[in-house]
């Protein structure tokens, strides 16, 4: 109503403005014999021309602007319909959906904004009256559309029209947990086709409420080709924890993303299916280098390697060296892009060496390190004994003999047995020295001592006065 009334009034005073202008023309006809009168009337006509043009711009301009700015009231959207979602694949779903016949067209560029409401919020505009959705399903998957005008506001969008697929049946607690999956470049058997391809090794956990009977099955999805593993490794109760391709359809450069999905089976309940959406390039596991060699010539330590098995070239990689001293138990990493080492070691004691690679960021890929390599040994760890700590022993084990040889002594009276007193003739002197060593004695043994030559003394004097 703003709008009219202003239009409205712009017209009204377009008119006085022309109303006007005749007058002033009459005026100037009945004046035209006086000079200044018609000096005057030309400087009016001028000043009333420049007001009519800008009043006519700015009617335009207020035009134009009803026209941008004003909704069409009658120019209804309305949602589409048909609206259905189907799986295509493990993880994958197509939304269909198709305009309302009764849709007023109008010469503009019909769209659709699409929004995900489970698993996981997402809007997008499209064109097209499909689309197709990567996404997990174990969760249920909703959705809602609504027709727009591409690239125009101004007009509000219809309605939304939903649909939605129902969480699988599944008891809770049954479905895997922890999956994770890498994958690995091998030689390929058909060299002349792709010279490598791709293993993939999957494991994950047995749910916590799973019966003792379940028994699980991992599929994978690439691209449009779906593949059922085949070879599973095993927990004590028989159930499947993980699976291993030994080759596969993967690009082993793609940077898409992997689907996996695994379902399971058992007497006693229903298993929860489970599927998870992996990228390619954080999941690709490098294989170590190969022929890993290493030497020594004097103190100079050599280390030369082959890239791992991988479709990317030999200017990709860089590396990683471990040397381990095993003697001192020292550890030094050097870091290098090139595929051979040479390092100043202090002596010819025994060394380990191993090497680890990394595709490097520059030709487009994570640079996740790959396992190290299997240990290779170099050097001598025999060493010779120093003169010091020659000495040392020596004197402890000369030691230990006379200490042995001191108490066996000690114990067996051997010094008594093999030396015994020389037998003298008797003296008073002798026995007061006998008495008073007898007297005197401390220990046991000198009291044995000096009684014995005591008696040994008497005894041989009395031999004497016998014979």
Known sequence: MMETELYCELQTNMTTVTT??????ATDLSNLSHP???SHTHIDLREVTIMAAVLLILSGATAILQADLLPDKKFLLLPPVNFTIKITGLAKVLLQWEPDPRQERRDVNLAYRVRINAPQEDDYETMDTESQCVTILHKGFSASVQTIIWDEYSVPASSWVSAELKEPPGSPGTSIVNLTCTTNAVVSNYMHLRPYQMSLR???LVGQDAPEDTQYFLYYRYGSWTEECQEYSKDTLKRNIACWFPRTFINSKARGRLAVHVNGSSKHAAIKPFDQLLALQDIDQENPPVNVTAGIEGTRLSIQWEKPV???PISCF???VKIHNI????VQTEKMMINTFSWIIDDVSKHSVQVR???HTVCGKKGHWSEWSQPIYVG???QAPSTEWFIIVLMSAICFVLLMLSLICRICHLWTKLFPPVPAPKSNIKDLFGSTNYEKAGSSETEIEAISYVEEAGLENLEDSVF
Request: hydrophobic share 35%; glycine share 8%; proline share 0%.
């Open 380 to 382: 001598n760890d025999e």
């Open 327 to 330: 003697r001192k138990d020292y």
């Open 310 to 312: 991988s479709a990317f």
């Open 20 to 25: 006007g202008v005749g007058q002033a023309q």
């Open 36 to 38: 200044e009168a018609v």
């Open 357 to 359: 690679a990394a595709v």
């Open 202 to 204: 999957c494991t994950w």
């Open 318 to 320: 860089h590396y990683e």
